[in-house]
Antibody, heavy 121, light 106 residues
């Protein structure tokens, strides 16, 4: 059974780079045809798709975040990562890694539990 | 960007009620529309995709309909476990979520 687990710093200073890793078990991130994604949810607010990466390494980013986001694969560790640069308080959110059922943009049927990242000095 | 607007934002209902939530897209998303249920402190759970396909594969009290720009999620008979927040998401052009509809106990 597929399991996703986010890891990374819970506190990031303004203007710095947020870095998270999603550790995948139960399937290979190199499996043909699969996408892997990141979604966030500010406390008490709705969901925002950040971006996705195909098993081949092709990336898809939310246009509103594209200039600050990098998603990458590490096939040797069976994990994928998110980097979000120049963070502000508005980037404080629970960050989920997830796997879409069909396409880069969704729908998302497998989710990590999420990790709250706070941007504060 | 495709904007997704859900209505109502909050819905008060009783156990056994038939409940309908609407999601409108600012432009056509064909049938690339999903519905999720989220309970407090929990991960969203995919209920419906391709506008009307049940994720569980079983007959369910949750059903979806629509195409293009207007979609509905219907709960045929509200159960105590169904009090939660529901989100629609279009995945035709990037991935945009609605703002959510909270279903509360009346």
């Amino acid at each position: 059974q597929l399991q996703l687990q986010e890891s990374g710093p819970r506190l990031v200073k303004p203007s710095e780079t947020l870095s998270l890793t999603c550790i995948v078990s139960g399937d290979s991130i190199s499996s043909r045809g699969y996408y892997w994604g990141w979604i966030r949810q500010p406390p008490g607010k709705g969901l925002e798709w950040i971006g996705s990466i195909y098993y081949s390494g092709k990336t898809y980013y939310n246009p509103s975040l594209k200039s600050r986001v990098t998603i990458s694969l590490d096939t040797s560790k069976n994990q994928f990562s998110l980097r979000l640069s120049s963070v502000t308080a508005a980037d404080t959110a629970v960050y989920h890694c997830a796997r879409p059922l069909q396409y880069a943009y969704g729908p998302f049927d497998s989710w990590g539990q999420g990790t709250l990242v706070t941007v504060s000095s | 960007d495709v904007q997704m607007t859900q209505s109502p934002s909050t819905l008060s209902a009783s156990v056994g009620d038939r409940v309908t939530i609407t999601c409108r897209a600012s432009e056509s998303v064909s049938s690339y529309l999903a519905w999720y249920q989220q309970k407090p402190g929990k991960v969203p759970n995919l209920l419906i995709y391709e506008a009307s396909r049940s994720q569980t594969g079983d007959p369910s009290r949750f059903s979806g309909s629509g195409s293009g720009t207007e979609f509905t999620l219907t709960i045929s008979s509200l159960q105590p476990d169904d009090f939660a927040t529901y989100y629609c998401q279009q995945y035709n052009t990037w991935g945009t979520f609605g703002q959510g509809t909270k279903v509360e106990i009346k």
